[in-house]
């Protein structure tokens, strides 16, 4: 993290253009901070050594920066008045105390003088506890505590927690690219008769996990799965294309087992090396372009087009119809 | 015909160059966004074939920074994405067409041949991300021409999705191939230069903008 470079500006200035400067960083309206200036004012005056310790202490644009004893002077006041106003608060310095030279060792353990910045936390709270030793002390010493817990360790556990995660993204992607495309490629190298349908498979495995489907149980979901089924089976390549998606009810089911039988007869029967599938919302189209049939000669005990394709539809009151020529390939339309 | 190859992957290249027959020549390969838009510069080639993801880009970069000055080149985009929102992308700063790199080598040919005359070419996949990014909405468009696709338009695209081809599609709904190639170029001008709503928030959703 960066923290925000604070400069006084000329531009509103109404004194020394230290509130402006401020509001300009914070993005809030000059006036706002001016106020907050002058109420801590009454707390004992802080307001107004906080503004000369902000005017010593922050640099302004295009000016030399401020020599070394001046930004000395400058904290020094922004810690009076830090004091004051807190004294002007209500609280008291034995919270002050303990709280200032913890803060340091904070400051000095995400340095590098660990050892420095620990003891002097370690002081901080020995000074609280032993200047709060009534019972209201424990009540406070233990928020503080755990703030300075969460101050230290939070960005290390952060980093601890990132990295652990990287390392586990890291090795289940080593262990899915073995399980599946080394074995793939090992099988290949065995024997590469079957190269193409392991190919296609493996290819389909890899995408589905790269590109996941936005819904499963879907209507879409369910003939990429068909697909998946066909292309396993028969060994050739089923594309799928859809625009929009429907949930799964009886009727969807129906075109999707009336569409899985349409795709494994294309496989079976077409010759065709490539199936096209095109889903919509509550239609199904399969086409090939394989060597087509004349539908009029397709045998009556042939129960595949007949009951599992067109009755199948029909029973849910969907249509189905067969477009088809010798030699010009073969679509099958299922429409809810 | 000069073509130029841009793909990252050496093996791909080599596979699509022992693919290309007729008479398409391949002038030079490009396998980064800065390479490419370089090469193509200097060889001012017929056509691009274009991968849409790149080691240090994406494909619409190189369409965006050498289309001012080399509007004669055409983009035709490859790619074995399925992310719907990477075709949209290169397809809206100007390729002429998209096919998947499972394409054969005939029909890529073809493709590029097509692209160089000048026509769209339009795989069943883009044909279905189309009508997905022009699903009918309520109107509520600035440019009525622009943002939605006539009946005609959405029929061959249907159509297109379906696995038909232009010759195919002409003789089913009674056009001449010419026509349909003429539809088809109007759903790419539309997607290129619509502004639609209903694209945009489509865009939103697969986070393209």
């Known amino acids: ?336 | 015909m000069r073509v130029v190859l841009v793909d990252d992957h050496d093996l791909f290249r080599a596979g699509v160059r022992a693919q290309l027959g007729g008479d398409v020549e391949i002038v030079g390969e490009a396998s980064s966004v800065a390479d490419a838009v370089q090469l193509i510069k200097s060889l001012d080639p017929d056509v691009v074939l274009l991968d849409v993801h790149l080691g240090d880009g994406s494909g619409d970069a190189v369409i965006v920074q050498v289309a001012p000055e080399r509007p004669g080149v055409k983009f035709l985009a490859l790619s074995v994405s399925d992310a719907p929102e990477d075709v949209i992308a290169v397809i809206r700063a100007g390729a002429r067409g998209y096919v998947t790199k499972a394409i054969s080598g005939d029909e890529l040919t073809d493709a590029v041949q097509r692209v160089a005359d000048g026509d769209a070419v339009f795989s069943p996949r883009l044909a279905g991300f189309v009508l997905d990014a022009f699903r009918t909405g309520e109107a509520t468009a600035v440019d009525p021409e622009l943002d939605q696709l006539t009946a005609r338009e959405r029929e061959v695209l249907q159509l297109i999705a379906r696995g038909y081809r232009y010759k195919e599609i002409a003789a089913r709904l009674h056009l001449s191939p010419r026509t349909v190639e003429s539809h088809v170029s109007a759903v790419l001008r539309k997607l290129q230069l619509t502004s639609r709503h209903e694209l945009t928030r489509w865009a939103a959703d697969r986070r393209l903008i």
């Open chain 1, 1 to 336: 993290m960066r923290i925000p470079q604070v400069e006084r500006t000329r531009d509103e200035a109404v004194a020394a253009g230290v509130c402006a400067g401020i509001a300009r960083t914070l993005s809030v309206d000059p006036t706002f901070v001016r106020l907050v200036f002058a109420l801590l004012t009454f707390a004992s005056g802080a307001g107004i050594v906080a503004y000369v310790g902000a005017w010593a202490l922050l640099p302004v644009p295009g000016e030399s920066e401020p020599s070394g004893r001046r930004r000395v002077v400058g904290i020094v006041l922004l810690v009076w008045s830090a004091i004051l106003a807190t004294g002007g608060l209500g609280l008291s310095n034995s919270v002050l105390l303990p709280l200032l030279v913890a803060s340091a060792g904070v400051v000095l353990l995400r340095r590098e003088s660990r050892l420095i910045g620990l003891a002097l936390i370690v002081i901080g709270i020995v000074i609280f506890v032993s200047n709060n030793t009534r019972g209201s002390a424990t009540t406070l010493l233990a928020p503080g505590a755990v703030a300075v817990a969460l101050i230290v360790a939070g960005p290390w556990a952060w980093r601890l927690a990132n990295e652990r995660a990287r390392a586990e993204e890291r090795a289940e992607l080593a262990a899915r690219v073995h399980d599946s495309v080394l074995q793939t490629l090992t099988l290949i190298q065995k024997d590469p008769s079957d190269a193409r349908r392991l190919a296609r498979r493996q290819e389909r495995e890899l995408r589905s996990w790269l590109y996941p489907s936005i819904a499963s149980g879907t209507l879409v979901d369910a003939v990429d799965r068909a697909a998946a089924e066909i292309e396993e089976l028969h060994g050739v390549r089923v594309e799928v294309v859809h625009t929009g998606d429907a949930p799964l009810e009886e009727r969807t089911q129906a075109l999707v087992l009336a569409a899985r039988e349409a795709m494994a007869n294309a496989a079976r029967h077409s010759g065709a090396d490539e199936i096209s599938v095109f889903v919509e919302p509550a239609a199904v189209y399969v086409r090939d372009r394989g060597h087509g049939f004349d539908p009029e000669a397709v045998a009556a005990d042939r129960r595949g087009l007949s009951e599992s394709i067109r009755g199948r539809m029909e029973r849910v009151g969907g249509t189905a119809k067969i477009t088809t020529a010798p030699g010009e390939g073969t679509e099958v339309e299922l429409c809810l």
